[in-house]
Each structure stands twice: as C-alpha cells, then as structure tokens.
C-alpha cells in the first residue's frame, strides 16, 4: 500500500508539478544584465496575472506558480536555467523567455524532453518555420514587423535609402532576413549594415560608418542600451535627419529613458496594442489587474505582452483540465485545439497542429517628450 502511495505522488510530481497539485511553470530570462527590462517587465506582466487567476480560484483549483530564473540574456546561462527547471524544479512546461539566442540554445532540450515551451518573446522565424510541435507563439513574427517597416518607410513616405544596425547573432540576423525580404519585395536593396556585439555598447565604430552612408532611414535591431547609445552617437555624427525605427523587442519605455531628450521622432514597432488606451477592453483589464498588485504600475508594451500570454495559456489550461489531470501532451492537444480566442483584443487566437502563431497584428509608436503616440500605417 505505502508503495502505491508514493507511486500515486511520484506521478503528481511528474504531471501536475509538484505533490501538492500547483501547475508549475518555468521560465528562464533576463533579470540581470542590459536586458533585464524586457525579463522583468515580461515575467511581471505572467506573474500578475496568475496571481489574479489563483486569488479566483485557479486552474480547477490549482495554483498556478511561475518560477523565474535569470539567464541575464545569454545562451549558456539559459540552457543551464532550463535543464534546473525540468530536472531540479520539475516544472510541468516552459514559458514567458526572453530573446532569440536564448531561445534557439534551449529548443534542443525542448524537442528531446518534449516538453511545451509557450510564447516566448522573440518574433524568430525558427521558431514558427517549419511548425515545432512543442513551441507556440504569441506575438507577430519579425518578418511582420520588419514588413511593417518597410510599408512605412518606403510605401508611405517614399523614403528608399534605408540602412540597418542590428546585434551579431541569431536576434539580429532574423531582423537582417527579415528586411532583406521586405525589401526585396519592393524591388529594393538593403542600403547598408552595421553591428554590435550581444550584451555590449560598443556602438561608437558603427555609428560613424553609418554616417559616412547617409541613409534616409535606419533600421534597429538590438536591445535598448546599446540601441539608445547608437541613436546618440549617429546624430553626433551628422543622422539627425534619418528615421530610427526600433523593433519591438528593444523595450519601448526603456528606450525613451535611455535616449532621453534624443528621443523625439524615434519609431517602434509593437505587437501589441497601446496600453494607455482602455477602450480596448484587454487593455482596461491590464490596467485594472496591474494597478491593483502593483500601486507604482504604468503600462508598457511588455508588461502588456506578458499579461496577455498569461491570459492565453489559463485559456489553454482550463481547456486541457477539462479532459482530466493536466499532462503535457494534454496541454499540447488543447492548445492546438484554441479557435477563435480573444483576450479581448477583437484579434483572435487559433491554433492547429499546423499553425502555432497566435497574433499577426503589428503597430508603429512614436516617441515624443518621453511618451509614446501611435503612428497610422
């Protein structure tokens, strides 16, 4: 009988995340290091969230607990964090990374563990081309919003000299691809290009051989510390004019903090909708969930992706607890069978077992006196 027992906790350990029957989440991402904005803002965004839904009963009432660990934006440190998540922590799935480098280090792990890896922040087509059955996604791909850019750009201000700064690995070549197509696609070519290394400000060299160019406009592809210092160096050396647009993983407020009184006219693109606007009833919902946990909030682009991820997967999961005690695969199966999910966007979420992309929409902000105001595209 006492072997039944313990066999009968053992599988709730294996299934359920814990004895206790708390659905424990992992996550590993930038707490630490020139990316930590993006890990804080994303995980606050999940943790809040779950916090509401366990205060309401939870998932079938389970608690939902999400454990965090720091990776400070750097591949090895994430496939360590993951490999103590399933192993140590024996967390039920993965979700709410931040970054593509991260990302691609871990999906081996994820494909032999065959363990769900939901939504991570990165728009990396690797993740959605060819379809991986363990990783969904939430936000619109890079290709989208490196589209959204160049329809701006080109299609809308008739601007063709158009440059690129993005950061030397797996995050900043799938911007390079992605504009690469964009452009393309116009008959165009990619004016010129210049780097940075991960996890670095050093700028400065690029900056100066993007002035000798003189593009019209400026693509960036980077993370918002070094993006914020190439913006000032550039317009040191004589960009004052060009158009600087940022894609969304650079951290919004964080880059209008970092550039200051630079920031006037600096574009991003964005996924989500605006978050200080609360006709939209997800929106109001963020704020009112945010504020009520956290007395200090203002909304941000990534606190909101975050909130609607956490929304998303408590979708899946009462889905997936319909059919029983919750189980990897069960979770897999309902979330390939999410139709037509709207987290109150009026943009609704389908998955299939041949498509795990949720949101297509893509958004351009402006930064002006500190804050943002959205762009018609």
């Given at each position: 009988?006492?072997?039944?027992v313990?066999?009968?906790?053992?599988?709730?350990?294996?299934?359920?995340?814990?004895?206790?029957?708390?659905?424990?989440?992992?996550?590993?991402?930038?707490?630490?290091?020139?990316?930590?904005?993006?890990?804080?803002?994303?995980?606050?965004?999940?943790?809040?969230?779950?916090?509401?839904?366990?205060?309401?009963?939870?998932?079938?009432?389970?608690?939902?607990?999400?454990?965090?660990?720091?990776?400070?934006?750097?591949?090895?440190?994430?496939?360590?964090?993951?490999k103590?998540?399933?192993?140590?922590?024996?967390?039920?799935?993965?979700?709410?990374?931040?970054?593509?480098p991260?990302?691609?280090?871990?999906?081996p792990?994820?494909?032999r563990?065959?363990?769900?890896?939901f939504?991570?922040?990165?728009?990396?087509e690797?993740?959605?081309?060819?379809v991986?059955?363990?990783?969904f996604?939430?936000?619109?791909?890079y290709?989208?919003?490196?589209?959204?850019?160049?329809?701006?750009?080109?299609?809308?201000?008739?601007?063709?000299?158009?440059?690129?700064?993005?950061?030397?690995?797996s995050?900043?070549?799938?911007?390079?691809?992605?504009?690469?197509?964009?452009?393309?696609?116009?008959?165009?070519?990619?004016?010129?290009?210049a780097?940075?290394?991960?996890?670095?400000?050093?700028?400065?060299?690029?900056?100066?051989?993007?002035?000798?160019?003189?593009?019209?406009?400026?693509?960036?592809?980077?993370?918002?510390?070094?993006?914020?210092?190439?913006?000032?160096?550039?317009?040191?050396?004589?960009?004052?004019?060009?158009?600087?647009?940022?894609?969304?993983?650079?951290?919004?407020?964080?880059?209008?903090?970092?550039?200051?009184?630079?920031?006037?006219?600096?574009?991003?693109?964005?996924?989500?909708?605006?978050p200080?606007?609360?006709?939209?009833?997800?929106?109001?919902?963020?704020?009112?969930?945010?504020?009520?946990?956290?007395?200090?909030f203002?909304?941000?682009?990534?606190?909101?992706?975050?909130?609607?991820?956490?929304?998303?997967?408590?979708?899946?999961?009462?889905?997936?607890?319909?059919?029983?005690?919750?189980?990897?695969?069960s979770?897999?199966r309902?979330?390939?069978?999410?139709?037509?999910f709207d987290?109150g966007?009026?943009?609704?979420?389908?998955?299939?077992?041949?498509?795990?992309q949720?949101?297509e929409?893509?958004y351009?902000?402006?930064?002006?006196?500190?804050?943002?105001?959205?762009?018609?595209?």
């Open positions: 009988m006492r072997k039944l313990w066999l009968w906790l053992g599988l709730l350990v294996c299934f359920s995340g814990n004895a206790w029957g708390e659905i424990l989440i992992g996550a590993s991402n930038a707490q630490s290091g020139p990316a930590k904005f993006l890990g804080k803002e994303y995980s606050k965004g999940f943790q809040t969230y779950f916090q509401y839904v366990n205060e309401n009963g939870g998932i079938g009432g389970q608690k939902i607990k999400f454990l965090v660990r720091d990776d400070g934006y750097e591949p090895d440190a994430a496939i360590t964090n993951t103590l998540l399933i192993n140590q922590d024996k967390v039920l799935f993965l979700a709410g990374y931040v970054g593509t991260t990302s691609k280090a871990v999906v792990i994820i494909e563990e065959k363990i769900p890896f939504f991570p922040f990165t728009g990396a690797f993740l959605r081309n060819p991986k059955r363990h990783v996604n939430l936000r619109a791909s290709y989208m919003e490196t589209e959204a850019m160049v329809h701006y750009l080109v299609d809308k201000l008739g601007l063709k000299k158009i440059a690129i700064f993005y950061q030397d690995d995050f900043g070549r799938a911007g390079l691809a992605g504009l690469k197509i964009a452009m393309e696609k116009r008959g165009l070519s990619i004016f010129g290009e780097t940075y290394p991960r996890n670095t400000l050093a700028v400065k060299k690029a900056a100066y051989q993007m002035s000798l160019l003189k593009p019209e406009a400026i693509v960036l592809i980077g993370a918002y510390k070094p993006c914020a210092a190439f913006i000032k160096a550039a317009k040191k050396f004589g960009l004052k004019n060009a158009k600087f647009i940022n894609i969304s993983f650079v951290g919004s407020k964080a880059l209008a903090r970092e550039l200051g009184k630079e920031g006037d006219g600096v574009l991003i693109t964005q996924v989500v909708p605006f200080w606007d609360a006709s939209i009833p997800a929106v109001a919902e963020y704020q009112r969930i945010m504020e009520r946990y956290h007395p200090d203002e909304p941000g682009f990534v606190s909101l992706e975050g909130f609607l991820a956490a929304k998303t997967l408590v979708a899946i999961l009462k889905k997936a607890s319909e059919e029983g005690p919750l189980t990897r695969e979770i897999i309902a979330a390939e069978s999410l139709k037509g987290p966007l009026n943009d609704k979420i389908t998955f299939s077992p041949t498509d795990h949720g949101f929409k893509v351009i902000t402006e930064i002006k006196n500190g804050k943002f105001k959205p762009v018609s595209l």
